[in-house]
């Protein structure tokens, strides 16, 4: 810190957040970090199907989900014949922030704060809003996950859900 507060003199410091509250803000968007490299700012289940590999630890999935995505049975979770699950944002994030809330213009529970992309993670000594994205889980999957594939309606029916306003 010491080191960075003399190469960068003109530039204001703020104390690490470890043991607070964090709060910061952004909007959901996607990014070019190079020529011809587009990441959009939604994915899909589609993505994790494509990813499958049978008895993989990182990319297996559950022969429930894959029956769901089959029928594409998403219940009231999905959107336009496809079931939302990450999406990407250009809220500054560091260590700690996993499982932050993603709230909307509304005060609603869109999503949770899990990673940074792969261009933003030196974003705790130089934040470029250019490249800088926080990846969030989609609440409608956490939600069609706890649903369909737990078989765990009984807890959504304790939840108070809203639908986006306006």
């Not at 959107?79 to 809220?91: A, D, L, Q, Y």
């Not at 250019?130 to 309606?153: E, P, T």
Request: glycine share 10%; proline share 6%.
């Amino acid at each position: 810190m010491n080191t960075q507060m003399e190469v960068f003199a003109e530039k204001r410091f703020y104390p690490d957040a470890n043991s607070t509250l964090r709060f910061t803000y952004g909007q959901v968007d996607g990014y070019s970090p190079r020529d011809a490299v587009r990441y959009e700012p939604q994915t899909y289940l589609d993505g994790v199907m494509e990813k499958y590999v049978p008895e993989d630890y990182e990319f297996d999935v559950p022969e429930k989900l894959q029956q769901l995505y089959a029928k594409k049975d998403y219940g009231p979770y999905g959107e336009n014949g496809r079931m939302p699950v990450c999406f990407i944002g250009t809220n500054h994030t560091t260590g700690g922030n996993s499982g932050s809330p993603a709230i909307d213009a509304h005060g609603n529970l869109i999503g949770l704060n899990f990673d940074r992309a792969w261009e933003g993670t030196m974003s705790d000594i130089n934040y470029d809003p250019s490249i800088c994205r926080n990846i969030m889980v989609d609440i409608r999957y956490v939600l069609f996950i706890i649903d369909k594939l737990g078989g765990a309606g009984h807890l959504i029916e304790e939840m108070e859900l809203v639908h986006p306003k306006g």
